[in-house]
């Protein structure tokens, strides 16, 4: 070979894309595209699972028919170089594709891992905020019930995440958005 040009070895690197991402392999692990940098997770512990399971049975028997609580990985498109997958999140029925939901959800939620807690929240809250997604919730799943934290987000009217709670073990989250449902984290990992 003369140049490296016809060699596949030294093929161009280009930015990766949703597109891209559709066709990554169902392996069980997550796969992220954050400003088009790849993000390859492994699959979470049983605290975190029971963490996302029990949040989801909240969420969903508080659901109107509306929306939809769908539980990850399932792709959030929010950009051509930024796809996400978060741990569960609310959405409206009619924004939903078979594939993904091109676009910001209602609500977004992801359980920290104690390896990636500040991409689980800071990172990816980071994304959240900027694409316009209303409502954001980290759980921390600790290390058992009373260690359970719940922290919520909404945007201002400046499009800029303020917290509206902050709390664990049994206390109470009442909240009316997006819609009326009430979160006791000590429950979440039982």
């Keep these: 070979m003369a140049t490296g040009e016809t060699d596949p070895a030294f093929r161009r690197v280009r ?11 169902d392996d069980g692990r997550r796969w992220e595209l954050l400003d088009g940098g790849l993000v390859v997770s492994a699959p979470r512990g049983l605290l975190h699972q029971r963490a ?30 930024t796809v996400l997958a978060p741990d569960l ?41 900027r694409f316009g997604t209303p409502y954001f919730w980290a759980v921390d799943p600790g290390e058992g019930p009373e260690d359970v934290q719940l922290v919520a987000m909404e945007l201002d009217k400046a499009g800029r995440y303020r917290r509206t709670c902050l709390l664990g073990g049994s206390s109470r989250f009442v909240t009316t958005s997006p819609y009326p449902v009430t979160v006791v984290p000590a429950t979440l990992v039982v």
Excluded: H, M
């Design 15 to 25: 930015p990766i894309t949703a597109t891209d991402l559709a066709i990554a392999p």
């Design 52 to 81: 996302v399971l029990g949040l989801a049975i909240v969420l969903r028997e508080a659901c109107p028919p509306e929306f939809e609580v769908v539980v990850g990985p399932f792709s959030v498109v929010l950009a051509s170089d």
């Design 89 to 129: 999140f609310v959405a409206r029925r009619d924004q939903l594709t078979e594939r993904n939901l091109p676009g910001p959800p209602e609500l977004a939620v992801e359980v920290t891992s104690p390896f990636r807690k500040e991409l689980d929240f800071e990172g990816k809250k980071e994304f959240y905020e």
